[in-house]
T-cell receptor, first 114, second 113 residues
Framework: KAGVTQTPRYLIKTRGQQVTLSCSPI?????VSWYQQTPGQGLQFLFE???????NKGNFPGRFSGRQFSNSRSEMNVSTLELGDSALYLC?????????????FGPGTRLTVL | GENVEQHPSTLSVQEGDSAVIKCTYS??????FPWYKQELGKRPQLIID?????GEKKDQRIAVTLNKTAKHFSLHITETQPEDSAVYFC????????????FGKGTHLIIQP
């Protein structure tokens, strides 16, 4: 099976702009979670989608949003970019149908905000 | 919400020796505890996990132990090899895919030749 893929891999934006990142889960996986990874804060949970519905959200401002399509692909959007949004954004997919689901990560999108 | 503390932040061991990384969690409802290995510039990869109904799990040179009473779990790597050098993250969740994983800050494991 192909693994989780993310596009683009690298992105450079300026403050105030918005950005959309894409994640394609492992075939058959219906749950997609998004994480932000920074040297200072580590890996932090953004939100999780299952069957096109957001089931949970981490402690991030409303500028961070996401959605999931019927084919389980997911996008996250960050509006009004700030310097502090520079990070590696990782998505992870899992079966999502029950408890204890292993999460498999994509390679990430490296976002740099200038 | 859940809070996961991980120690040490850096661990240097001689090749062939054992390495132990420890994590504590705060939410007694957490019931799934995975460990991820992240090499420089690469994605986190699941190396082992444990459910709350199990006290210990082994997979070749890697083992994880869980003490639910103390809210404490540990990763043990025996006979360390150069390819074990990486950053290791512990995580906890209260179950299901919905809750997301709460990660520790990571341990940079350095294997000295």
């Amino acid at each position: 099976k192909a693994g989780v893929t993310q596009t683009p891999r690298y992105l450079i934006k300026t403050r105030g702009q918005q950005v959309t990142l894409s994640c394609s889960p492992i075939s058959g996986h219906r749950s997609v979670s998004w994480y932000q990874q920074t040297p200072g804060q580590g890996l932090q949970f953004l939100f999780e989608y299952f069957s096109e519905t957001q089931r949970n959200k981490g402690n991030f401002p409303g500028r961070f949003s996401g959605r999931q399509f019927s084919n389980s692909r997911s996008e996250m959007n960050v509006s009004t970019l700030e310097l502090g949004d520079s990070a590696l954004y990782l998505c992870a997919s899992s079966g999502g149908t029950g408890s204890y689901n292993e999460q498999f990560f994509g390679p990430g999108t490296r976002l740099t905000v200038l | 919400g859940e809070n996961v503390e991980q120690h040490p932040s850096t661990l240097s061991v001689q090749e062939g020796d054992s390495a132990v990384i420890k994590c504590t969690y705060s939410d007694s409802a957490s019931n799934y505890f995975p460990w991820y290995k992240q090499e420089l510039g690469k994605r986190p990869q699941l190396i082992i996990d444990i459910r709350s109904n199990v006290g210990e799990k082994k997979d070749q040179r890697i083992a994880v132990t869980l003490n639910k009473t103390a809210k404490h779990f540990s990763l043990h790597i025996t006979e360390t090899q150069p390819e074990d050098s990486a950053v290791y993250f512990c995580a906890a969740t209260s179950g299901g895919g919905a809750d997301g994983l709460t990660f520790g800050k990571g341990t940079h494991l350095i294997i000295q030749p």
